[in-house]
T-cell receptor, first 117, second 114 residues
Framework: DTGVSQDPRHKITKRGQNVTFRCDPI?????LYWYRQTLGQGPEFLTY????????KSRLLSDRFSAERPKGSFSTLEIQRTEQGDSAMYLC???????????????FGPGTRLTVL | AQTVTQSQPEMSVQEAETVTLSCTYD???????LFWYKQPPSRQMILVIR??????QNATENRFSVNFQKAAKSFSLKISDSQLGDAAMYFC???????????FGTGTRLTIIP
């Protein structure tokens, strides 16, 4: 399968614990996005990378959240000291940036569903 | 900041009939993109159709077409000859020209009645 993959698919944790999610984009894609989707809502942008550089972060991304893409390939999203309000689906997407101004289709992964007890 | 509004939380349509999903958005930009994404139950979100704001012609993709009204900031999706596989959450989304970050609406759950 050459699509975007995410691991794990489901994570249950206790409040206060740290969790880390992984996203593997489509291999040649240079942009990688993280979104969060709560029940009954559309996805909300969290952050994105071009290669290994993190170019934008949402104000939704509190200090407890950190994302990395160390070699410009896979990415990790870590949440420290989880809270019940962090319970959501975390979606990853990737795209191949072809040039200035062009919008390049984002391909989404299946998501990681986080439940904080 | 841009906002996207979907005022129909749920819609249903008889198989083979036509259904229209509504979306309005707010932006001060003149160049941007609009999208409809489909999220089937427990499956990945996929792009259904996109529209560039500078294009006057409405986009079409097989049974899917849009009605883009730039002045009214309206962007509806028409699904013709509805099929059981069309059942899903449909999200309207926006991105600025030059920035691929997507802003989504709250979604419309579409049910197909056999």
């Amino acid at each position: 399968d050459t699509g975007v993959s995410q691991d794990p698919r489901h994570k249950i944790t206790k409040r206060g614990q740290n969790v880390t999610f992984r996203c593997d984009p489509i291999s040649e894609h240079n942009r990688l996005y993280w979104y969060r989707q709560t029940l009954g809502q559309g996805p909300e942008f969290l952050t994105y990378f071009q290669n290994e550089a993190q170019l934008e972060k949402s104000r939704l991304l509190s200090d407890r959240f950190s994302a990395e893409r160390p070699k410009g390939s896979f990415s990790t999203l870590e949440i420290q000291r989880t809270e019940q309000g962090d319970s959501a689906m975390y979606l990853c997407a990737s795209s191949l940036a072809l040039g200035q101004g062009a919008h390049n289709e984002q391909f989404f992964g299946p998501g990681t569903r986080l439940t904080v007890l | 900041a841009q906002t996207v509004t979907q005022s129909q939380p749920e819609m249903s349509v008889q198989e083979a009939e036509t259904v229209t999903l509504s979306c309005t958005y707010d932006t001060s930009e003149s160049d941007y993109y609009l999208f409809w994404y489909k999220q089937p139950p427990s499956r990945q979100m996929i792009l259904v159709i996109r529209q560039e704001a500078y294009k006057q012609q409405n986009a079409t993709e097989n049974r899917f077409s849009v009605n883009f009204q730039k002045a009214a900031k309206s962007f509806s999706l028409k699904i013709s000859d509805s099929q059981l596989g069309d059942a899903a959450m449909y999200f309207c989304a926006y991105s600025n020209f030059g920035n691929e970050k997507l802003t989504f609406g709250t979604g419309t759950r579409l049910t197909i009645i056999p």
